[in-house]
C-alpha cells in the first residue's frame, strides 16, 4: 500500500520547537520529484487547513497563522519532506498531515500529533 509516512510530533511547551518528516512511499519515489507536498493539520472540532506547501520548483505557501514561524522543506534524494516548526503556540495542537500530490495522484499518511502546552 501506498503510503506517507510522518513522524516527529510529540508533546512541548508554548514556545518550544518540532521538526516533522514525510517520508514518501518507495512505490511512488520515481514520480516524487516533480510532486506537491502539502502539510495539513487537523485540530479537534475544526476543518482541516493547508499549513504550507512546497512545489517541485520550491516554491513555498504558508497560511497566514504560521508565517515566520514555520518553514517546510523538501530533500528530494532521500524522498523525505520537512516542516520546522518554531514559537509554537497552543494552538498549533493538532494532527498533522502529509499529502503528496501529482494531478491525479494523491497521497496521504496517518498523520502525528503535535500537542503545544501552555
Known amino acids: 500500500q501506498a503510503q506517507v509516512v510522518e513522524s516527529g510530533g510529540g508533546l512541548v511547551q508554548d514556545g518550544g520547537s518540532l521538526r516533522l518528516s514525510c517520508k514518501a512511499p518507495r512505490m511512488i519515489t520515481s514520480v516524487y520529484n516533480p510532486m506537491t507536498i502539502n502539510w495539513y493539520r487537523q485540530a479537534p472540532g475544526k476543518q482541516r487547513e493547508l499549513v504550507a506547501s512546497?512545489?517541485?520548483?520550491?516554491?513555498?505557501h504558508y497560511a497566514d497563522a504560521v508565517k515566520g514561524r514555520f518553514t517546510i522543506s523538501r530533500d528530494n534524494s532521500r524522498k523525505t519532506a520537512y516542516l520546522q516548526m518554531n514559537s509554537l503556540k497552543p494552538d498549533d495542537t493538532g494532527v498533522y498531515l502529509c499529502n503528496l500530490n501529482l494531478g491525479a495522484s494523491d497521497y496521504w499518511g496517518q498523520g502525528t500529533q503535535v500537542t503545544v502546552s501552555s
Open positions: 512546497i512545489t517541485s520548483g520550491r516554491i513555498t
